[in-house]
């Protein structure tokens, strides 16, 4: 990287101050989100010298649907980091959140439909955030997040063991389509033949995958590829299995990678998702695991995604989406990567 990367107006969006807004307290000035939000542009950023000593959250989006339109889902993602941040903005702040930095930098867009370039430039400002190390907490946007997300972190992790750590209903291992082209479908396919290409290991784990959303070939690629995984039945069956899951992960690897995709939610709790499916994991399934992982002091990025705002319901997925993003920030331990 020998320049900061730079965008035009069309494949980058400032942020905006004004999506951060919430209920001010009178004997409170620093008591929720909004209120230690700093809106900064990626290049004021990157340029920027830190002014803190404080762990560097930031939030950026990836405010792009075009992979799932590839997959043929419901599209609406696009507007997702959007409704995330005005979600997360009126949350209270606890615990470790008090003592965080918090940027927002803005969104990467995807207007032209050229999927493949917007993920080059979340990739190549995921790291450039790593090189000011900032914590890059990303705000899809689809699936095919995933891909950008870990172009930016991959050489940090080649030589490491790694694991990646996806809630989700689906492996999200689907062949690329015709010409190589990635969708929300195959991200996590991508990832596994780039790190075998690399000749590093693919270390890939869900949970609350279910056999309605994942065909008998797709269960057959993630037995090719060792995957390992929870069903969302055995998430149900046995209450506690997914704490010793997490745990054995966090105890057996070095760096962790996280992905949350909302349509692992019963459409009870999370309606506004590409594919919205009446049988899913609740919360109380999901929080506890994403307090374990913040205070592991080993993930190194963190994304969710997924969400789609013309089909949610009172914004019910957006504040789940939300909780998710604050759940982690309460419990996040920094982890300095050399």
């Known amino acids: 990287m020998h320049n900061y990367p730079k965008f ?30 700093q809106c900064k542009s990626i290049e004021s950023f990157i340029t920027s010298k830190p002014s803190t000593n404080k762990p560097i959250i930031t939030l950026l989006g990836f405010a792009c649907d075009e992979g799932v339109r590839r997959n043929q889902g419901r599209v609406g993602a696009a507007v997702a980091p959007h409704m995330l941040r005005q979600a997360l903005a009126n949350f209270p702040l606890h615990d470790k959140a008090l003592s965080l930095d918090l940027i927002d930098l ?16 979340l990739s190549e400002a995921v790291q450039w955030l790593l090189a000011k190390k900032a914590f890059p907490l990303i705000l899809g946007g689809g699936h095919e997040t995933a891909w950008g997300h870990y172009g930016g972190f991959k050489d940090k992790i080649l030589s490491k063991n790694v694991a990646i750590i996806n809630f989700d209903a689906h492996f999200d291992m689907r062949p690329t389509l015709p010409g190589d082209l990635g969708s929300s479908g195959t991200s996590f396919l991508q990832i596994a033949k780039d790190l075998q290409a690399n000749q590093s290991a693919f270390n890939y784990y869900c949970l609350g995958i279910k056999q309605s959303s994942n065909t008998r070939a797709l269960f057959e690629c993630a037995k090719q590829w060792n995957v390992k995984y929870l069903t969302c039945d055995d998430m149900y069956a046995a209450p506690t299995a997914a704490n010793q899951f997490i ?33 899913g994991l ?3 399934q999901v929080l506890p695991l994403l307090r374990r992982l913040g205070s592991s002091k080993k993930v190194i990025a963190f994304d969710v995604v ?33």
Not at 106 to 121: F, K, N
Not at 306 to 329: M, R, S, V, Y
Request: charged fraction near 15%; aromatic fraction near 14%.
């Open 306 to 338: 997924e969400l789609a705002p013309p089909f949610d319901h009172n914004n019910l997925t957006a504040k789940l989406g939300a909780q998710c993003i604050a759940e982690f920030l309460y419990f996040y331990e920094s982890f300095n990567l050399a």
């Open 282 to 284: 609740a919360p109380w």
């Open 247 to 279: 745990d054995n992960i966090i105890a057996s690897h070095d760096v962790l990678y996280v992905s949350v995709c909302l349509d692992v939610f019963s459409s009870a709790y999370a309606p506004g998702v590409s594919a919205a499916s009446p049988y």
């Open 8 to 37: 035009s107006n069309q494949d980058y969006v400032l942020p905006n101050q004004a999506d951060w807004q919430g209920r001010t307290d009178a004997d409170e000035t620093a008591a929720r989100f909004f209120q230690i939000v």
């Open 106 to 121: 803005g969104d990467i867009t995807c207007p032209s439909g050229d999927l493949e370039q917007s993920q080059h430039y």
